[in-house]
């Protein structure tokens, strides 16, 4: 078995739950932000409500892509560690306002002025972190990291990797991506029509800027990110794969517009899967271009097949728990309880 | 300052800020499932109360906790990624584990919090269990990591590359018995000294409702079987130490002079030019004793380690002191505890008692902070004891105040808000018992 392979797909997989949930949970900060008309309080309610019970365990998904980074591909972790450390921090900073800010915002006093001011730094933190994500993503992707082999020596300046168009249109692709999730996901959560909605006008204009966001990612990568570039356009699987994604698309703008919510949540649940993928099997066989790949990266295979062996044990109590905790609170017997 | 000690300064407060919170996480849990559990037998309001309100405070402590662990989980990259390119492999056997034990966590005290009215009280009781019991293991699968970087073993180095990697002996390396075991035991003797505390303070404020005597009645026999085991764990960590880190016994006695018949060191000032612990009380062979089991053991003094394998004597020793003396401390307010509670003395009518346990109430989180200080400062200048120095592991990156001074900001404002708002939680009048005539039952969706 190819162990390093087996691996770094456990990540992706790891990177699409992460998108698909604790994505979600960053676009409902963002629609927090945009709560307006006659219904924004129940907005922000039914937001806080959706995201209440599993905000935590969905941000678990991220603990677990860094810890096996550090373990199966430790030197990956170190030079994106070091090159990016700026906006790494600024994406902790953003991860902590959140989570506290929600929590506080649950717990402090219901007066409106207090409730609106916790709402903004969650709404701030929810913005800052996925956009800091894609922001870190494009630099691993623009080719800029240099890593010696031999000494793990990195060569960064520290900022011009990530200080740049491309990172920096990255980083809004993926906060319109989650902020599009959250809003055909809240359409789901509710059974009043008029917050319905709101949330399916909410992802349809969503959904556009998504649309155009990916396209100036594609058009800034061919500069910023050349590998992945030539990963999107010249590979014999990249044309199918890329008009698929486009397709799904277009489809769940269409259930979308037809007011088919369930199928909507489920075809833009698989088009958030299909573009983490596409940015997966793009950048293969590389982890940070130009130097690190899966294979010269990775740890001894005694470490793999351990981790392996210890990621098999660990699903069969945490799949069924899961399974669990979204059937409790995200099942659509009970929708619109707030 | 320079970018080492902004580095260590920043681990420091993020892992001393995190840590608050980790034991929180640890203890809170157990204290919940034992209240709902006399809840399920009695059926009285009351316990369902108390184990709610101690839901709330949980919920936000264990939201700042995972938050604050997840900086920690990056900082090991951004800090020491010179450290982390060899070691991760090493160790990463725990931290994996730790990651599944947290994800259980966190999925189940979501269906504890928001569950009320959606599983049956057996399924939300099982999951208040699952919460304790993957709570606890989590840290004792962190401290597991740590105690590698004390007795780091399943690897070799050779030529600055490592091989003949292996994880598990690594995990089950000569100090993860001791430190998980101390650490553990801290978690639930400091938060359950702390929760009486702040229960007793509620009682002197005048409040005459049961829910927080009930409260002290489960606390103490937690606090007082933990605080007499505590003293016991310790010398078993002492006797681990002194085989393995000798250096950083010496530092933690302020023991200079290499001797057999040692003595047991109290108080005093080290001085670390003069080479020489001042105004201590010394008492002799003891120090041979507790480290060797034997008066007259040799103990090796800090003038046999060159000065540049010397931890900070200074901050090793005051903090190894001040954590002994606030465990000796809890251990004598818990068997005080005990006896009034064979007098059938009620605590709660006991004022003098009350104020006791208020005094005591923060040296348990006092003693778990100066306990990290000892094992952290006292492994220095090493990383990894013995094998890689803290210098040689930091960052490149300049300018590591400016993190620095970000992450400390933001904790004292999470720390400021988190106390205003427990505060507002702990002291509120019981619901149930202010409007007897009819318990109100919670409403859907309520935590």
Redesign the interface.
Known sequence: MDYPFAIAAVILAALVLYALGGGADFGGGVWDLFASGSTAERQRALIAHAIGPIWEANHVWLILVIVLLFVCFPLAFAAIGTALHIPLTLMLIGVILRGAAFTFRTYDRRDPGTQRRWSRVFAIGSVVTPVMLGVCVGAVLSGRIGVDLATGVVATDYISEWLAPFPFALGLFALALFAYLAAVYLTMETAEPDLRRAFRARALWAAVATGVMAWVCFFLARDGAPHMHAGLAGRNWSLPFQVTTGAVALAAIAALWKERYALARLIAAGQVTLVILGWGFSQYPWLVEPDLTIRNAAAPPQVLRLMLIALAAGAVLLLPSLWFLFRLFKSARQPGRS | MSDLLAARLDMAISLGFHILFACAGIAMPLFMVVSEHRWLRTRDPVDLELTKRWL?GT??L???G??????L??E???LW??F???????I??P??????A???E??????Y???WD??PPRVHWWSGVVVAASGCLSGIFVVTANAWMNTPVGFRMVNGQV?D????AAMLNPHALQQTIHMTIAAYLAIAFMAMGIHALAILRGSTQRIHRNALSILLPIAAVTAVLQPLSGDFSAKQVARWQPAKLAAMEGHWETERHAPLIIGGLPDEQAETTRWAIRIPSLLSFMAHGRPDAEVKGLKDFPRDERPPVAITHLSFQIMVGCGLAMLATGLLGTLLLRWRRPLADTRWYLRLLVLVAPLGLLAVEAGWIVTEVGRQPWIVYGVMRTADAV????GLIF?LA?IAA?YLF?GV?VVV?LKR?VFAPSEVETAPASPPTPP??ER
Do not use: H
Request: glycine share 12%; aromatic share 14%.
């Open positions: 709330k919920a936000i264990f939201a700042v995972a938050v604050s662990g997840t900086v989980s990056f090991l990259g951004l990624p010179r982390m390119q060899w070691a991760g492999p090493v990463g056997m931290f994996s584990l730790e990651g599944f947290f994800f259980l966190a999925i189940f005290i979501g269906i919090l928001y569950g959606r599983v091989t990697v292996d994880p598990i960052t490149p990156m300049p993190p970000a933001i999470l808000v708002l939680q859907p969706g």
